[in-house]
């Protein structure tokens, strides 16, 4: 079964930069899609990136701009770069991916707390 192990999360301060990684325990060549969430207190947990197979990539719209989604396949893994970030990012990351066939797998989270 594949196992997502994220890292990176941290303390930084508003206007600051953190990247988050996010290791798969298999190849990454099968999973049709991989995307990074994020639960603040009291919230929903809501999309923040993901990209495709192909590469192509979607972005909330409050980080559009800032926050960047990559993968490198030979790592198995899929990075979130965070760039001025603000309080309102701070929360729990998770990566998820979709594997093929259908199934979605996430990993257990990495905090990110960000000072005024």
């Known amino acids: 079964q594949v196992q997502l192990v994220e890292s990176g999360g941290g303390l930084v301060q508003a206007g600051g930069s953190l990247r988050l990684s996010c290791v798969a325990s298999?190849?990454?060549?099968?999973?049709?899609?991989m995307g990074w969430y994020r639960q603040a207190p009291g919230k929903q947990r809501e999309l923040v990136a993901s990209?495709?197979?192909?590469?192509?990539?979607i972005y909330a719209d409050s980080v559009k701009g800032r926050f960047t989604i990559s993968r490198d396949n030979a790592k198995n893994t899929v990075y979130l770069q965070m760039n001025s970030l603000k309080p309102v990012d701070a929360a729990v990351y998770y990566c998820?991916?979709?594997?093929?066939?259908?199934?979605?797998?996430w990993g257990q989270g990495t905090p990110v707390t960000v000072s005024s």
């Open positions: 998820k991916a979709i594997t093929s066939p259908y199934r979605e797998v």
């Open positions: 298999a190849s990454m060549f099968s999973f049709n899609a």
């Open positions: 990209i495709t197979r192909g590469g192509s990539t």
